[in-house]
């Protein structure tokens, strides 16, 4: 029987909701074998980050490689690369071991509104990372942030800057509409050839610490799995969707709570 593997890259969160604890429950919860690869311990709770200690490029290297040279990995997921010499290290092993799938999830700023990602690496980010990824998954800020325009506010500016992500080199953009408004959280999946709207019942509820990091690890174990891309983003939207409708099951935390991972199981 061959074990599924996902590797995330990503930073940590030492309370536990999202980074590379929220990827690794999302996998587990999924049926998939994880390892991780840390490109930042962060002190943080629900309520904000105190504090970021960036894991220098030579070691996070150094992680990325003694997980490939042992493990068959079958997608990747990167969320948190912190700082420009990462991003770096990363598309360099990235090339070396040429996985089959790469998650990329733009990750810039926390729930808190802590930012995550040095404003200057951002343009290595979009060089560099974006067009080794199968798919990347902003949100709406982030979507527009990578393309220095405003928001998009609108189901065809949403395609339209989708569009304009795709000529920055990655195979398809999974838009997240988390940040958006309305009865409906619609993510849109675009590719060279199709728009594919998502959309689920938005959920009133402040727990919702991890949620992008938990829907690209889901994506990602999608992949692994052997699912297609089309497969893996819904049945990833339709298990975070159950697990933000289940966060109020918990009581963690005084701020933004996280999601509740293993909702199917307890």
């Known amino acids: 029987m061959t074990t599924p593997v996902a590797l995330t890259i990503a930073g940590s969160d030492s309370s536990g909701g999202?980074?590379?604890?929220?990827d690794l429950k999302t996998f587990a919860a999924l049926g998939v074998y994880g390892a991780s690869a840390i490109t930042a311990l962060t002190a943080q709770n629900t309520k904000g980050v105190t504090g970021i200690h960036a894991v220098p490029a030579a070691?996070?290297?150094?992680?990325?490689?003694?997980?490939?040279?042992?493990?068959?990995?079958?997608?990747?997921?990167?969320?948190?690369?912190?700082?420009?010499?990462?991003?770096?290290?990363?598309?360099?092993?990235?090339a070396r071991w040429k996985p089959r799938h790469v998650v990329l999830d733009p990750v810039m700023v926390a729930t808190s509104g802590d930012r995550l990602l040095a404003a200057e690496a951002v343009?290595?980010?979009?060089?560099?990372?974006?067009?080794?990824?199968?798919?990347i998954t902003p949100n709406l800020p982030e979507a527009a942030a990578l393309l220095e325009e405003p928001i998009a506010r609108s189901e065809a500016?949403?395609?339209?800057q989708g569009r304009r992500l795709l000529s920055l080199g990655c195979r398809a953009v999974l838009i997240k509409g988390g940040h958006?408004?309305?009865?409906?959280s619609t993510d849109y999946l675009v590719a060279s050839d199709t728009t594919l709207a998502l959309a689920a019942p938005r959920v009133a509820t402040r727990n919702t610490h991890?949620?992008?990091c938990s829907l690209s690890s889901a994506v990602a174990a999608g992949l692994a799995k052997g699912e297609d891309l089309a497969t893996a983003?819904?049945?990833?939207?339709?298990w975070i969707s159950a697990a933000i409708g289940s966060a109020d099951r918990f009581s963690v935390g005084h701020g933004h709570g996280p999601i509740h991972h293993f909702h199917k199981f307890y």
Not at 66 to 90: H, N, P
Not at 123 to 135: D, E, I, N
């Open 210 to 212: 991890g949620t992008g």
């Open 233 to 238: 983003v819904r049945n990833a939207k339709g």
């Open 123 to 135: 343009t290595a980010l979009r060089a560099k990372l974006m067009p080794l990824a199968s798919v």
């Open 18 to 22: 999202a980074g590379i604890q929220a």
């Open 59 to 94: 070691f996070v290297t150094a992680q990325i490689d003694a997980v490939f040279s042992d493990l068959d990995v079958a997608a990747v997921k990167i969320g948190m690369v912190a700082q420009a010499a990462s991003i770096d290290a990363i598309a360099a092993a990235l």
């Open 180 to 184: 958006g408004e309305g009865a409906e």
């Open 157 to 160: 500016e949403i395609e339209s």
